[in-house]
């Protein structure tokens, strides 16, 4: 069992940065992949990032490619988004996910429940 709990969004102007957090509990954390998520109003939601167990491997999607950086610290059962150059169409609910490290949200066994991300243009 993994539980999550996202914080660090807000609001913020266009060509600001913020971070988002995910806590995690639960003993298995430091053997499962982590993946960000977002859902706009009106969308469907869909893949941001992700990170292996080690953190030795990274994916990203493609229009936050370079933008974002996703990180883990395990010792601090952490994982973190940190967002540059936020448009106004990063606006959205993200989400911390557990699970296989896929772009596939399927994938993903267990869920935060989402922090608010809005940029002002």
């Known amino acids: 069992q993994v539980q999550l709990v996202e914080s660090g969004g807000g609001l913020v102007q266009a060509g600001g940065s913020l971070r988002l957090s995910c806590a995690a509990s639960?003993?298995?954390?430091?053997?499962?992949?982590m993946g960000w998520f977002r859902q706009a109003p009106g969308k469907e939601r869909e893949f941001v990032a992700a990170?292996?167990?080690?953190?030795?491997?990274?994916s990203y999607a493609g229009p936050v490619k370079g933008r974002f950086t996703i990180s883990r610290d395990n010792a601090k059962n952490t994982v973190y988004l940190q967002m540059n150059s936020l448009k106004s169409e990063d606006t959205a609910v993200y989400y911390c996910a557990a699970g296989s490290g896929s772009y596939l949200d399927h994938e993903y066994d267990y869920w935060g429940q989402g922090t608010q991300v809005t940029v002002s243009s």
């Open positions: 639960g003993r298995t954390f430091s053997r499962v992949a």
């Open positions: 990170i292996s167990w080690r953190g030795g491997r990274t």
